[in-house]
T-cell receptor
């Protein structure tokens, strides 16, 4: 596809369950970002990859959150032992070159923890 | 600590008039600013940006103004059209790749 694709679009998880959210960036894009958007808030930075290297994970809220991009394309954000405060929209974005912050966003995955 | 603030949660403007969306920031290290537009159930879409070395950037109906001394930027849309109805996020960056976003302003254009 031409844009950033995220799956699933919606995920309901029981508290304590592990979830995995997938991001397919635009082909050839070097940089990949994950953001978390709580209801009524702006997106908040979670982590950043340049190719397969995770260069910044300062925004990950706890060690329950883990992201990977093993081959420098598709990325997965994993949340272990989900809690209610993890309920949010998780947005993935990619950009074509390092240092370009004008990133293209996917539609997001809405995670609801019950 | 909200480093980027959009103090107006919502704004309604008559079609054809000018829409002005405001954004304030507290971190003087920010040197690049962006506006994103978001429709329901879609991800944010990049709209326009400005570097701190400029005070104005224009792209068609959209103009962004930056006042560094006041740590304030604004987005002007003229003339406003119904398709401009969306949530607008201001974002800022300095020296790295991550963006700091405001909380957004919902713009409604009244036909």
């Amino acid at each position: 596809g031409a844009g950033v694709s995220q799956s699933p679009r919606y995920k309901v998880a029981k508290r304590g369950q592990d979830v995995a959210l997938r991001c397919d960036p635009i082909s050839g894009h070097v940089s990949l970002f994950w953001y978390q958007q709580a209801l009524g808030q702006g997106p908040e930075f979670l982590t950043y990859f340049q190719n397969e290297a995770q260069l910044d994970k300062s925004g990950l809220p706890s060690d329950r959150f883990f992201a990977e991009r093993p081959e420098g394309s598709v990325s997965t954000l994993k949340i272990q032992r989900t809690q209610q405060e993890d309920s949010a929209v998780y947005l993935c974005a990619s950009s074509s070159w390092t240092g370009n912050v004008e990133a293209f966003f996917g539609q997001g995955t809405r995670l609801t923890v019950v | 600590d909200q480093q980027v603030k959009q103090n107006s949660p919502s704004l309604s403007v008559q079609e054809g008039r000018i829409s002005i969306l405001n954004c304030d920031y507290t971190n003087s290290m920010f040197d690049y600013f962006l506006w994103y537009k978001k429709y329901p159930a879609e991800g944010p879409t990049f709209l326009i940006s400005i570097s701190s070395i400029k005070d104005k950037n224009e792209d068609g109906r959209f103009t962004v103004f930056l006042n560094k001394s006041a740590k304030h930027l604004s987005l002007h849309i003229v003339p406003s059209q119904p398709g401009d109805s969306a949530v607008y996020f201001c974002a800022a960056n300095f020296g790295n790749e991550k963006l700091t976003f405001g909380t957004g302003t919902r713009l409604t254009i009244i036909p």
